[in-house]
Structure formats: structure tokens, C-alpha cells
């Protein structure tokens, strides 16, 4: 006797399964790969979603020309970055970081939504130590959510960055929570 696929009455069933099956496997699947990155000269350890780029150019930071270094990847369409930089006189680290912080939201063109503290573990306390939340535009006009964190320890001053059309809380608190500074 010959069966097609019409008689046998738990075909609907097990294909029903299957589906299920499939389609909780995909969304179990991590959606972001995270990995433990300890950026050369950075005195930190952090969590990327992704394999990190580095690059190292001279900016102006509070009318001083400083050697920033930036490791960025962007994984689910969000963009994450951790910006360090030497700056050798502890003077200089408070006006660094409220620079810092006014040229992210000037290159945003974003408005500050929300701030609050900042205080990794091992950080030097400074009041510009902050976590922000902003809402800006692309350079094409498109709108974006980012948040941030300033902070330093000793003269090294960082900013941690995500920025994306629309961000992930889980992926931001990750990549903010997970921040040790080197003692």
C-alpha cells in the first residue's frame, strides 16, 4: 500500500512541532556574540558584541590636540564604541570629559534626554562622570538613540558609546555593566 503525505492523520502535527521547533532554536540563538576585549593601553576590560576595530588620531580635546584611541564594531544594527585617551596632567581630565561629552552630542546633533552617575569600579571619582541618554540625527537626517558614559581614572579619560536607529536596553546595559578598570 502506498501512503501520500494527505493520509496520515499526525503529518499536521509533526510539521506543527517542527515549526515550533525551528523557530525556537532561532530564537534562543544570541543575537549579539559577546567577547571579552582588553584594549592595549586602555587600563580596561569590557564586553563587545563584536570584533573591534581600532584606530588612533590626533583631536582636539578642550583646545589641546590629544591622541584619542577608538575600538568600534556594530553588530544588529547598533554601533558600539569605547574612545581612550592619555592625557598625562590630572587638570586637564574634568574639562576632557565635559568636551568629550559636549562633542558626542554635537556630532549627533542629539539633546540630552536622561543623566545619571557613572561609577565603574576602580574609576577615579569625578563629578563629570555620567551615563547620558541622547536622541539625535544622522548625518542623512535619520533619527538615532545613543547613550554614553564619561568617566576617567588617574589622567586616562573614556567615553563608551552605543548608537543605533533604535537601541537595545539589554545590549547597552551589557556593554555599560560589564566595564572593569584595571587597578
Not at 584619542?68 to 586637564?92: K, W, Y
Not at 555620567?130 to 536622541?135: D, G, K, N, Q
Request: with cysteine; proline share 8%; aromatic share 6%.
Amino acid at each position: 500500500e502506498q501512503f501520500t503525505p494527505g493520509d496520515n492523520p499526525r503529518m499536521p502535527r509533526v510539521r506543527l512541532i517542527a515549526i515550533v521547533l525551528c523557530a525556537s532554536m532561532t530564537a534562543c540563538a544570541p543575537a549579539f556574540n559577546w567577547r571579552e576585549v582588553q584594549p592595549a593601553g586602555s587600563g580596561v576590560t569590557l564586553q563587545f558584541p563584536c570584533k573591534p576595530q581600532s584606530r588612533t588620531r590626533v583631536a582636539m580635546l578642550d583646545g589641546e590636540a590629544v591622541a584619542m584611541t577608538m575600538l568600534s564594531c556594530s553588530a544588529q544594527g547598533i554601533n558600539f564604541a569605547l574612545v581612550h585617551a592619555e592625557l598625562g596632567d590630572p587638570a586637564r581630565v574634568a574639562p576632557a570629559l565635559i568636551a568629550m561629552r559636549k562633542a558626542l552630542a554635537a556630532n549627533a546633533d542629539a539633546r540630552e534626554l536622561k543623566a545619571r552617575p557613572f561609577a565603574p569600579a576602580g574609576m577615579t571619582p569625578n563629578e563629570q562622570a555620567v551615563r547620558v541618554r541622547y536622541a539625535g540625527r544622522s548625518p542623512q537626517g535619520d533619527p538615532i538613540e545613543e547613550e554614553a558614559a564619561f568617566f576617567s581614572s588617574a589622567m586616562h579619560v573614556y567615553q563608551l558609546a552605543v548608537l543605533g536607529t533604535r537601541l537595545d536596553a539589554a545590549a547597552a546595559d551589557t556593554f555599560f555593566d560589564n566595564l572593569r578598570i584595571e587597578e
